[in-house]
């Protein structure tokens, strides 16, 4: 079994920057990929960005050159540093794992507004 805790989140401005964090604990496959959806109000889940064993990442457009995603191997963490963030941003943002299957966190709200 898996557990994943999400961090950071919160309101910020236009502009601002958040870092979210994600600890994963249980049996944590060397193999897996991790990862950030967000999930906006009356919105489909969708996947922000992700980064495998090897440490190739991948960014849906929208996001690519503001945000950046990075992982602590001895810690079991995920990072997903937010710059320049934008109202349409404003999500609730879930970590998640693949190991065979899906994992997910409960979620982390952000809330971009001035």
């Known amino acids: 079994q898996v557990q994943l805790v999400e961090s950071g989140g919160g309101l910020v401005q236009p502009g601002g920057s958040l870092r979210l964090s994600c600890v994963a604990s249980?049996?944590?496959?060397?193999?897996?990929?991790i990862g950030w959806y967000r999930q906006a109000p009356g919105n489909q889940r969708l996947l922000v960005a992700s980064?495998?064993?090897?440490?190739?990442?991948n960014y849906v457009d929208s996001v690519r050159g503001r945000f950046t995603i990075s992982a602590d191997n001895v810690k079991n963490t995920v990072y997903l540093q937010m710059n320049s963030l934008k109202p349409e941003d404003t999500a609730v943002y879930y970590c998640?794992?693949?190991?065979?299957?899906?994992?997910w966190g409960q979620g982390t709200q952000v809330t971009v507004s001035s």
């Open positions: 249980g049996s944590i496959s060397s193999a897996a990929t």
């Open positions: 980064i495998t064993s090897r440490a190739y990442t």
């Open positions: 998640y794992i693949f190991q065979g299957r899906v994992y």
